[in-house]
């Protein structure tokens, strides 16, 4: 049976006083975003006032903060920060009432940005012998790092979600490429981010945090794939070489942040 459009609206003003009609959606809390160069945006541009961090007004904590209105917002990630980094001089932004804490760090810890450098100037058993040190680094001496530096949150926000995103591989392998690295080099920079997402997830999960696998949000736009790209290639400013770039940024960890935060 058809309810009269005027009986409808009725209906639904007698709901609201008495409580029962469709509440709207409850305030978003305070968020934090920590981490490294992959969290503050470098490789996005708009970089602001923000100097050496390179926080960009295209990163993903951004975008969130931009769409959902939290009550806070403190945008505290910054290019080149490792696990100490993190823990010196991001965490003190995290208080009792933080409601959302994301971030990405273990990649400079392990040294990824001397791998692409060697990968880029040396010989292929120069790029798979530094992929391996940086492996054995993530996979003997990252865990305690990170479980530092997830444990300091956990402490100064006992309720928060905290949503750790990992790193996407670089290349597809096999793919559109011509020129630039060797398919060696390449399958051994994305070894590399295989072993940092497994650590990195397997430490996340320990302390009951959300593990973004960017390998997933990134796939089919990897440098050398056939769609659209979402990693920077070799480019000027150099540093922004290798990191997301505006579209990385929002079609990958954006939309993989809400997907799992809504």
């Given at each position: 049976?058809?309810?009269?459009?005027?009986?409808?609206?009725?209906?639904?003003?007698?709901?609201?006083?008495?409580?029962?009609?469709?509440?709207a959606?409850?305030?978003?809390?305070k968020?934090?975003?920590?981490?490294?160069?992959?969290?503050?945006?470098?490789?996005?541009?708009?970089?602001?006032?923000?100097?050496?961090?390179?926080?960009?007004?295209?990163?993903?904590?951004?975008?969130?903060?931009?769409?959902?209105?939290?009550?806070?917002?403190?945008?505290?990630?910054?290019?080149?920060?490792?696990?100490?980094?993190?823990?010196?001089?991001?965490?003190?932004?995290?208080?009792a009432?933080?409601?959302?804490?994301?971030l990405?760090?273990?990649?400079?810890d392990?040294?990824?940005?001397?791998?692409?450098?060697?990968?880029?100037?040396?010989?292929?058993?120069?790029?798979?012998?530094?992929n391996?040190?940086?492996?054995?680094?993530?996979?003997?001496?990252?865990?305690?790092?990170?479980?530092?530096?997830?444990?300091?949150?956990?402490?100064r926000?006992?309720?928060?979600?905290?949503?750790?995103?990992?790193?996407p591989r670089?290349?597809?392998?096999?793919?559109?490429c011509?020129?630039?690295?060797?398919?060696?080099?390449?399958?051994?920079?994305?070894?590399?981010?295989?072993?940092?997402?497994?650590?990195?997830?397997?430490?996340?999960?320990?302390?009951?945090?959300?593990?973004?696998?960017?390998?997933?949000?990134?796939?089919?736009?990897?440098?050398?794939?056939?769609?659209?790209?979402?990693?920077?290639?070799?480019?000027?400013?150099v540093?922004?070489?290798?990191?997301?770039?505006?579209a990385?940024?929002?079609?990958?960890?954006?939309?993989?942040?809400?997907?799992?935060t809504?």
């Open positions: 049976m058809r309810v009269p459009h005027s009986l409808s609206l009725v209906l639904l003003a007698a709901l609201a006083v008495f409580g029962l009609a469709t509440p959606s409850a305030a978003v809390g968020y934090v975003a920590l981490g490294d160069s992959y969290s503050s945006g470098l490789g996005a541009g708009s970089y602001g006032s923000s100097g050496s961090c390179k926080r960009s007004a295209n990163a993903y904590p951004q975008l969130w903060a931009n769409a959902h209105g939290p009550s806070a917002f403190a945008f505290v990630a910054c290019s080149g920060a490792v696990t100490q980094d993190v823990l010196t001089s991001q965490v003190g932004s995290i208080t009432d933080t409601a959302l804490v994301t990405s760090v273990g990649g400079n392990a040294g990824f940005a001397n791998v692409m450098t060697e990968c880029n100037l040396s010989s292929d058993s120069a790029c798979v012998s530094r391996q040190t940086a492996q054995n680094f993530a996979r003997t001496t990252l865990p305690t790092r990170l479980d530092n530096v997830y444990r300091a949150i956990r402490d926000a006992p309720s928060a979600k905290v949503v750790v995103l990992g790193y670089i290349y597809k392998t096999s793919g559109s011509v020129v630039g690295l060797s398919e060696a080099k390449r399958a051994a920079i994305n070894q590399s981010a295989d072993v940092l997402a497994s650590v990195t997830a397997g430490r996340a999960a320990a302390f009951g945090f959300t593990f973004v696998d960017a390998r997933t949000a990134f796939t089919g736009h990897e440098i050398c794939a056939s769609g659209a790209r979402w990693l920077n290639s070799i480019t000027w400013p540093e922004e070489s290798y990191h997301p770039n505006t990385g940024q929002a079609s990958g960890y954006y939309s993989a942040l809400r997907a799992v809504g």
